[in-house]
């Protein structure tokens, strides 16, 4: 599948990748900023040292800032599935967004199939994994919260985009299982097992970033029976993704 209509904008933000780095992780940011011109030039600021691949507009716009053969500077300290140095495996789309600072809201239609037709396109000339397609939140979840909560990964899932199991209704309820008597150790097990960068210091922020994602309803970094169960239900999903 060829890449859908892009306009070029160089950053100089770039470097060549590791000799044997492949490129198998799909990493989606949001700009975070107030327009879309501000996240672009900033992104070509040499001072800046940040970058991504592509930066795709509220109205559907796709820029390509960096060539996929090279690194962009988008993922910073982060980690997945025990690996670090995500930035020599990954490409980055920065989806313009004001984000949690600047009034962060629904991502538009426009915007969304664009990330659609885009990802697809990749993910076609890229060995990259659906347990590999993650939001910046998941891989630096102590740092990060995008793309957030607003973000439509179902939708992506539908397409062939990451994965995404659909949550059995009131699975938490009928076990009935309270917030006391959810296994912990159980819990950041599947974390862990998903790919999650489990530690003592980012317990609460990790949680976060778990419900963002897949629990969007509430996100309040509580290891509560319904996110023990979604858990159970993720890791089952990523599990069964890994074996195919």
């Known amino acids: 599948m060829t890449l859908p209509e892009v306009r070029d904008r160089f950053s100089p933000n770039q470097a060549q990748r590791a000799e044997r780095a492949g490129i198998d992780m799909l990493v989606l940011h949001y700009t975070g900023m107030r327009t879309a011109g501000e996240a672009i030039e ?6 800046a040292r940040v ?3 592509f930066v795709i507009e509220e109205n559907g716009t796709i820029w390509r800032l960096v060539p996929e053969t090279l690194q962009a500077f988008h993922a910073g ?12 495996v ?11 600072e600047w009034g962060y809201r629904p991502f538009a239609e426009e915007q969304m199939a664009a990330v659609e037709r ?21 891989i630096a979840p102590d740092r990060k ?3 957030g909560e607003l973000f439509d990964w179902p939708r992506l899932a539908r397409a062939g985009i990451g994965t995404w199991p659909e949550p059995a209704s009131g699975l938490a309820h009928r076990r009935g299982r309270g917030v006391g008597v959810v296994e912990r150790a159980g819990a950041l097990s599947d ?21 963002r994602r897949f629990r969007p309803e509430r996100w309040d970094g509580r290891l509560d029976a319904e996110t023990a169960s979604r858990l159970a239900e993720v890791r089952a999903a990523y599990d069964r993704a890994r074996r195919l």
């Open 42 to 47: 900033r992104m070509c600021d040499p001072e």
């Open 51 to 53: 970058s991504a691949h």
């Open 77 to 88: 300290r982060s980690s997945w599935a025990g690996s670090s140095n995500l930035n020599e």
């Open 90 to 100: 990954s490409i980055g789309i920065e989806i313009v967004n004001p984000g949690h």
């Open 118 to 138: 885009l990802s697809s396109a990749l993910l076609s000339r890229f060995p990259i994994p659906p347990d590999r397609v993650v939001g910046h939140s998941d």
């Open 145 to 147: 919260s995008d793309p």
């Open 191 to 211: 974390l862990a097992a998903i790919g999650y960068p489990v530690t003592a210091a980012a317990e609460t922020a990790v949680v976060t970033a778990f419900q």
